[in-house]
């Protein structure tokens, strides 16, 4: 397997506009993270998916943003309207649940800045 | 809520030296403990995770230990060499706030010298 795919790898964008962040997890994954990392507050859990469904969303910072995840393999994180303080680094993360092994596989990462 | 914090954020050594990192955290509840690798603008690399039933974990020059009792981890990385240099995470899930959920710890950066 490729491993977890996220796009784009880098993205630069006015303040105001919409910005979709993609990720397709490792097949046969049931679980999916969207992570936010920035400088000032490290790593935070934004939102995580069991078999398709949102389980928890409280890390969500605002209304402005919004995941979906329509079938197993492909999951969408949503700004709207994006502000510059959003400008971080967004990580999506998968794992197979089985037993206490859940190990967490991260993707590359999509490096967003808000101008 | 759980908190997970890594003492020292920045640590440099000589190349060849033998090394240990820190792990604490507040809910000893966890289901299992995860050390990351993260290199300058990439992603996390997995490189060990102990269940919570477990003591240790070693794959090569890493071994990794769990108290849960105490709350603590560490990493330790025997005969260091440059390509260890990155930032190494500690993150935990938890027993009573959903076993998936990953909480980061803030990271130590470290870097070998030749």
């Known amino acids: 397997d490729a491993g977890v795919i996220q796009s784009p790898r880098h993205e630069v964008t006015e303040m105001g506009q919409e910005v979709t962040l993609r990720c397709k997890p490792i097949?046969?994954?049931?679980?999916l993270f969207w992570y936010r990392q920035t400088m000032m507050r490290g790593l935070e859990l934004l939102i995580y998916?069991?078999?398709?469904?949102?389980?928890?969303d409280s890390g969500m910072p605002e209304d402005r943003f919004s995941a979906k995840m329509p079938n197993a393999s492909f999951s969408t994180l949503k700004i709207q309207p994006s502000e510059p303080r959003d400008s971080a680094v967004y990580f999506c993360?998968?794992?197979?649940?089985?037993?206490?092994?859940?190990?967490?596989?991260f993707g590359q990462g999509t490096r967003l800045t808000v101008v | 809520k759980q908190e997970v914090t890594q003492i020292p954020a920045a640590l440099s050594v000589p190349e060849g030296e033998n090394l240990v990192l820190n792990c604490s955290f507040t809910?000893?509840?966890?289901?299992?403990l995860q050390w990351f690798r993260q290199d300058p603008g990439k992603g996390l690399t997995s490189l060990l995770l102990?269940?919570?039933?477990?003591r240790e974990q070693t794959s090569g020059r890493l071994n990794a230990s769990l108290d849960k009792s105490s709350g603590r981890s560490t990493l330790y990385i025997a005969a260091s060499q440059p390509g260890d240099s990155a930032t190494y995470l500690c993150a935990v899930s938890g027993a009573n706030f959903g076993n998936e959920k990953l909480t980061f710890g803030t990271g130590t950066r470290l870097t070998i010298i030749p």
């Open positions: 102990i269940q919570s039933s477990q």
């Open positions: 993360a998968s794992s197979l649940t089985a037993g206490g092994n859940t190990e967490a596989f």
């Open positions: 809910d000893s509840a966890i289901y299992n």
């Open positions: 998916f069991n078999n398709n469904v949102p389980i928890d």
């Open positions: 097949s046969g994954h049931d679980y």
